[in-house]
Each structure stands twice: as C-alpha cells, then as structure tokens.
C-alpha cells in the first residue's frame, strides 16, 4: 500500500526556519519517473504549488518562495524535503506533499502538515 506523510510543521516567528520532510512508502515509489512536489494552502485560499522536482530532476518554486524555500530530496526519491527559511506571516498554511508516478499516472497526497508563522 503506498502512502505519503509530511512531518515537520509547527509554529515559528517571522524570520525562522522549519524543514518539512516527507516519506514516500510503498514499491511503486523511486523505481519510474515520477515529480515530487510541496503544495500549500492557506485559509480561504486555492492550493497553490509551491517548489516542485519535476521528472527529469529538474526543480522549480513559486515566485513568493524563491531564494527562501530550498527543495531537495533523498537519492532512492522516497524521500522530499522542504526547507524554509527566513519565513514570513503569509507563508502560514497547510503544506501538502505529493507524488506523482508518470507512467502509472497514479497521484499521491499526504495529509497535510500546518506551519503557522506569528508573533
């Protein structure tokens, strides 16, 4: 049975840093092509995507995280990770990791780990 879970939300000031990770578990995972993304979605917002490995390796970030948020990932690509720095109010949000197998077009969400950015 395949899954993903993110970890690592919490509360931080402005200005902190958290990491966020996700663990991709099942057989289907790191054996194809497959893009490993970070969504967020903040209340009363769309989801939006946030920093994305596509399938050639190749990765991308929102305009609103660039130079902030580093994306990176384990070398068996079971494993993504987030890292956030220099966090701002308007990054609080439910951050949602997802997987995508391209030739099983099959998607894979986690449950959702919040981050709260406050004084």
């Known amino acids: 049975q395949e899954y ?3 970890s690592g939300g919490g509360l931080v000031q402005p200005g902190g840093s958290l990491r966020l990770s996700c663990v991709a578990s099942g057989s289907s995972f790191g054996v194809y092509a497959q893009a490993m993304r970070w969504y967020r979605q903040a209340p009363g917002k ?3 995507l ?3 490995f596509h399938g050639g390796g190749t990765t ?3 305009d609103s995280v660039k130079g902030r948020f580093t994306i990176s990932k384990d ?3 079971k494993a993504v990770f987030l890292q956030m720095d220099d966090l701002k ?7 949602y990791c997802n997987v995508y197998i391209y030739v099983l077009r099959r998607d894979f969400w986690g449950q959702g780990t919040t981050v709260t950015v406050t004084t």
Not at 89 to 95: G, K, N, R, T
């Open 4 to 6: 993903v879970a993110e």
């Open 46 to 48: 769309e989801r939006e």
């Open 50 to 52: 946030v920093a994305a």
């Open 60 to 62: 991308s970030y929102a």
């Open 75 to 77: 070398n068996a690509d």
């Open 89 to 95: 109010p308007e990054d609080s949000a439910v951050y």
